[in-house]
């Protein structure tokens, strides 16, 4: 088999092409959630704590000389983050909670149709069997 059959094989499977399509589509809700983190929760974060910016929270280690920058540790940035990060992960899994609470009601809703005929007449006859087998023992 050459390579290029082995590719095309791969690259046409279900499984491929739901992968791309979810990391495009995770790629979009990221932005979504990261504008909901840095344009909706965090003012109102940064009001309450006194109009602090995380982002711009660090500790200088070396001051600026000449031409030279200054050597800083921003925390700030990492603590920002963090606070991103847990954000993300919530909204992701009440997302996935949402999603596995609709699957449940659906999975529930669904009534498994009444047997046919021929198969109320085939579980008859094999009652049937099992109790001649039964008596003949």
């Known amino acids: 088999m050459s390579m290029l059959t082995e590719f095309k094989e791969f690259a046409v499977k279900g499984n491929v092409i739901d992968m791309a399509v979810g990391v495009i589509i ?10 909901l983190v840095g344009d909706v929760v965090m003012p109102p974060i940064g009001a309450i704590l006194g109009g602090v ?8 280690v ?16 990492f603590l920002q983050t963090v606070i991103d990060f847990t954000i993300i992960a919530f909204v992701i899994f ?8 609709f699957k449940k009601k659906e ?3 669904v ?9 109320v007449l085939l579980s008859e006859i094999r009652d049937l069997l099992k109790d001649i087998k039964a008596d003949s023992k």
């Open 111 to 119: 009534v498994l149709p009444a047997p046919t005929n021929q198969e």
């Open 53 to 60: 910016d995380f982002s711009n929270l660090s500790i200088v």
């Open 94 to 101: 009440m997302a996935v909670k949402g999603i596995n609470t």
């Open 107 to 109: 999975a529930a809703a």
């Open 26 to 35: 995770g790629a979009a809700f990221g932005k979504i959630v990261s504008s």
């Open 62 to 77: 070396k001051e600026a000389v000449e031409k030279k920058p200054a050597v800083l540790i921003n925390y700030g940035k």
